[in-house]
């Protein structure tokens, strides 16, 4: 009688053991999993941040030059013609239109 209450002891703590086990594997698998949903996430983002700064980059090159044009005195003369239609004393201003 006493090999039967043994045999149960020992059937409880491998059964205790294994469903232990197979927790402990699946928060494993669940924690991975989440790693690695956040590692996708954050390559996508790397991705969107890099294609934002070599946009900026663009746009900061551009505005240097528009800085270093400004700077000229000629060139701020003929922007202001073109632009805002300003005339010297003898010129005439002829709109076009533009389709």
């Known amino acids: 009688?006493?090999?039967?209450?043994?045999?149960?002891?020992?059937?409880?703590r491998l059964t205790?053991?294994?469903?232990?086990?197979v927790l402990l594997v699946a928060v494993i698998i669940t924690s991975v999993f989440s790693d690695f949903c956040q590692i996708i996430n954050n390559r996508n983002e790397l991705s969107l941040l890099?294609?934002?700064y070599d946009g900026l980059l663009?746009?900061?090159?551009s505005l240097q030059?528009?800085?270093?044009?400004?700077q000229d005195g000629d060139y701020v003369a003929?922007?202001?013609?073109?632009?805002?239609?300003?005339?010297l004393p003898d010129e005439v201003i002829i709109k076009l239109p533009t389709d």
Do not use: G
């Not at 205790?16 to 086990?21: A, G, K, V």
């Open 65 to 70: 030059s528009e800085i270093t044009k400004l």
């Open 16 to 21: 205790f053991l294994s469903c232990m086990i």
């Open 58 to 61: 663009h746009e900061e090159e």
């Open 50 to 52: 890099n294609d934002k």
């Open 78 to 87: 003929r922007y202001a013609r073109e632009k805002y239609l300003y005339s």
């Open 1 to 12: 009688m006493k090999e039967s209450v043994i045999t149960k002891k020992v059937k409880r």
